[in-house]
């Protein structure tokens, strides 16, 4: 069964709303969750690491103080993107890494379409 | 920086068999995944090899060479329901983030 969830699968908004994305851990306590960004028919691209109970670390080119992260307690993860504009446009998809494995499990994912 | 090359798109025939490559140069390097991808839908797990050699998983075997930088996920018995994109992704030593390639589309065709 599935291990992450996310809420919600869709949201579209106006331009300059904030949208917030919530990442939920089911099965294990996560200390380290990853957000992704996926634009039609490309890959996915690191985004953030998001870790329990301090500051998310970007990847080079992700502006901090637009895609927010917070990590407040094990089993949650938000980004919220705020001033939204169309070229925020995409698909959203936090994962966890399993507890003892490398492996990294994704949620369903959030398609996001500002107007 | 890390470049991971896997080609754009393959068609393959219902029942036959695929192999899609992929090719790696990293500075450190923990181990490799290989996800499946529907359209609209986010990635699931196929695999990940940390150690040189062949890892089957019923119609699925992945291979890697660490001393080459590549690996290829074998699809066997193909179905039409294996019309996806698989993407490769590498694992490095530090923090355990993933890098993703472009992914291969391929489409199953009866």
């Known amino acids: 069964g599935a291990v992450v969830s996310q809420h919600p699968s869709r949201v579209i908004c106006k331009s300059g709303t904030s949208v917030k994305i919530e990442c939920r851990s089911l099965?294990?306590?996560?200390?380290?969750m990853f957000w992704y960004r996926q634009f039609p028919k490309q890959s996915l691209m690191l985004m953030a690491t998001s870790n329990e109970g301090s500051k998310a670390t970007y990847e080079q080119g992700v502006e901090k103080d637009k895609f927010l992260i917070n990590h407040a307690s094990l089993t949650l993860s938000t980004l919220t993107v705020t001033s939204a504009h169309p070229e925020d446009s995409s698909f959203y998809i936090c994962?966890?890494?399993?507890?003892?494995?490398?492996?990294?499990?994704f949620g369903p994912g959030t398609r996001l379409t500002v107007l | 920086g890390q470049n991971i090359d896997q080609p754009t798109e393959m068609t393959a025939t219902e029942g036959a068999i695929v192999q899609i490559n992929c090719t790696y140069q990293t500075s450190g390097f923990n181990g490799l995944f290989w996800y499946q991808q529907h359209a609209g839908e986010a990635p699931t797990f196929l695999s990940y090899n940390v150690l040189d050699g062949l890892e089957e998983k019923g119609r699925f075997s992945s291979f890697l060479s660490r001393s080459k930088g590549y690996s290829y996920l074998l699809l066997k018995e193909l179905q039409m329901k294996d019309s996806a994109s698989y993407l490769c992704?590498?694992?490095?030593?530090?923090?355990?983030?993933?890098?993703f390639g472009g992914g291969t589309r391929v489409l199953v065709k009866p």
């Open positions: 099965d294990f306590q996560a200390t380290t």
């Open positions: 992704a590498v694992s490095k030593a530090a923090g355990n983030k993933l890098t």
């Open positions: 994962s966890e890494r399993g507890l003892r494995t490398d492996t990294q499990y």
